[in-house]
């Protein structure tokens, strides 16, 4: 039988994979002629560093800082009209301490280079500046950047994987996590299993580092955010996008559209992505929100899948009742019949009313566990030995995340135990008489002849007789009588209704004959029975 559930097999995180990014440099100094030498005579990005912009004094800077999305290095005067280097590299000890910065002073002063180094001051170099030396020390600045960086993104990855492994918020948050805004989005690949079902290992670790890149391309692209993936299983990934200082323009629409546009060179993938919040104590709950927004893809192939397109779509859907037990029926027919072909074509039109109602993969899913608990009851009956064993695949819905790959796997399971059914040796004669007594049950009421029921079991009279009789213990003849006389029975004792109508509603045409029979049945005549009924149900009262 088919179970539902996401398996743990491993994990692999990502923080921004391609890390070789250009370290952010602001120039600031109160002479242009000298910001324009600093940001032109020196090739920066020979040295990985990129030049964000220029500031004529700390104010200044401070703004270009907040509206640049952030820098790592600054490279600044000391003495400057307005506010100077050292209240600069004050300020930024408070509010971005994890920029770098080197000081340039045109005075040998012991004062002013002490202060620097107490305020957390990279470098202190003195003017004219030599550019050997300024490269050098750039070039350290680069190294530690990049060792803060990869150790903060491993400080990410293990942070993350937690949340989600545990669903729980837990630990000190690594301080790259740190952002205004964020979202949780969780990706799949549409019809995962019908596409990359049978892939080798190599070439899914290759699909899988292209999904990681390209759903964090977008995000490469704009300083002003982060981000960290987990892939919770082959199919299910988990990224957190993290704002850093908050922006006047919309950048979600702009982000995941984009997101989706990259994600086309590995095929359609579609998109869950949680509310907006502003705290990560959320991003565990907002998980499980992006998560379960997944499974709607299937209804109309939407691929950004937000929290209002569910609650549209749980609008319209009404999920009707779905009538196992005659399902089951149906079913049990056809394994022992032994056509393939008819219980292929059972499984497609079961298939394609679910998708006409806007069933949810889960829906289905559900509804063929409690078909899977009534066909094992029906097939222990007629004697099927290890009913409980076998036909269990996992249907892990992230792999199996369609109509199509789903209905192959429940097609699959039965056309397995058609085979068990046939190699078992049962007497289908049993189903041959089950289903007899089900048409017997519906033409009661009827002048019906076992003729007529072997006819449409489309086996001979005599052949029927000879089931039916080991089967049941009883006769054809004498087995429509106890079920027209029971319910006579019931119609005397809760109906007014003349004797010769209930006759006729019981199956007889003959009133006299109706008699007999009943007296025969219940050695009493059918007024008596009514009389005896009334007189119990008095003293009931």
Same mark, same amino acid.
């Given at each position: ?47 990985? %560093?990129?030049? #964000?912009?220029?500031? /004529? +004094? ?5 703004? !270009?800082?907040?509206?640049? $999305?952030? &820098? ?69 600045? %680069?190294?530690? #950047?990049?060792?803060? /960086? +990869? ?5 990410? !990855?293990?942070?993350?994987? $937690?949340? &989600? ?377």
């Amino acid at each position: 039988m088919l179970t539902y559930g996401l398996a743990w097999r491993w994990m692999k995180m990502t923080v921004n994979p391609e890390q070789s990014r250009k370290i952010r440099m602001l120039i600031v100094d109160d002479e242009a002629v000298i910001r324009e030498g600093l940001h032109h005579t020196i090739d920066w990005a020979d040295y990985g %560093v990129e030049v #964000v912009g220029e500031a /004529e +004094d700390g104010r200044e800077a401070l703004q !270009r800082i907040a509206e640049s $999305g952030g &820098v790592d290095l600054v490279l600044s005067d000391i003495r400057m009209d307005g506010m100077d280097g050292l209240q600069l590299a004050e300020r930024l000890k408070v509010l971005f301490p994890e920029v770098c910065m080197i000081l340039v002073s045109g005075y040998e002063d012991f004062d002013y280079a002490r202060q620097a180094m107490r305020l957390g001051v990279t470098d202190y170099l003195l003017k004219p500046v030599d550019i050997d030396e300024l490269t050098a020390v750039v070039k350290g600045v %680069v190294s530690r #950047v990049d060792r803060q /960086e +990869d150790m903060g993104l491993q400080e990410a !990855r293990l942070w993350f994987a $937690g949340l &989600v492994r545990s669903g729980l918020t837990s630990g000190k948050i690594p301080a790259c996590l740190q952002g205004t805004e964020y979202r949780i989005v969780a990706s799949q690949i549409a019809d995962y299993h019908t596409r990359f079902g049978g892939t080798a290992s190599d070439e899914l670790e290759a699909l899988q580092n292209r999904w990681i890149k390209a759903i964090h391309r977008p995000v490469e692209d704009d300083h002003c955010l982060e981000s960290v993936s987990v892939l919770k299983n082959e199919n299910l990934m988990i990224s957190l996008i993290v704002v850093k200082p908050p922006r006047e323009r919309p950048i979600w629409d702009e982000l995941l559209s984009g997101m989706i546009a990259c994600l086309e060179e590995i095929g359609t993938v579609y998109l869950g992505v949680s509310a907006s919040f502003n705290t990560l104590e959320l991003a565990a709950s907002a998980c499980t929100e992006a998560v379960s927004l997944l499974p709607y893809y299937v209804l109309e192939g939407q691929q950004l899948l937000l929290p209002e397109y569910r609650e549209a779509m749980e609008m319209q859907r009404v999920i009707p009742n779905y009538d196992t037990v005659t399902a089951v029926r149906e079913l049990v027919s056809r394994l022992f019949k032994q056509d393939p072909e008819e219980l292929g074509a059972f499984i497609s039109d079961m298939f394609a009313v679910f998708r006409e109602n806007g069933l949810l993969l889960e829906d289905i899913l559900h509804i063929y566990e409690e078909l899977w608990v009534l066909l094992r009851q029906q097939l222990r009956r007629s004697g099927m030995p290890d009913m409980d064993a076998g036909f269990k695949a996992a249907a892990d819905l992230s792999i199996y995340n369609s109509y199509h790959s789903l209905r192959k796997l429940v097609l699959d399971e039965m056309l397995e135990l058609q085979h068990q059914v046939n190699v078992s040796g049962l007497d289908k004669s049993y189903w041959i008489i089950e289903k007899a007594k089900r048409y017997m049950d519906d033409q009661f009421r009827m002048d019906l002849k076992a003729s007529e029921v072997a006819s449409w079991l489309k086996i001979t009279p005599s052949h029927f007789s000879y089931i039916f009789k080991q089967s049941t213990g009883k006769g054809f003849t004498e087995y429509m009588n106890e079920k027209r006389i029971n319910h006579a029975k019931k119609l005397l004792a809760t109906t007014h209704d003349k004797v010769f109508e209930i006759a006729d509603q019981a199956g007889y045409k003959e009133y006299k004959y109706f008699v007999s029979v009943f007296k025969t049945y219940t050695g009493m005549t059918p007024k008596e029975y009514r009389g005896l009924m009334a007189g119990k149900k008095a003293e009931g009262e």
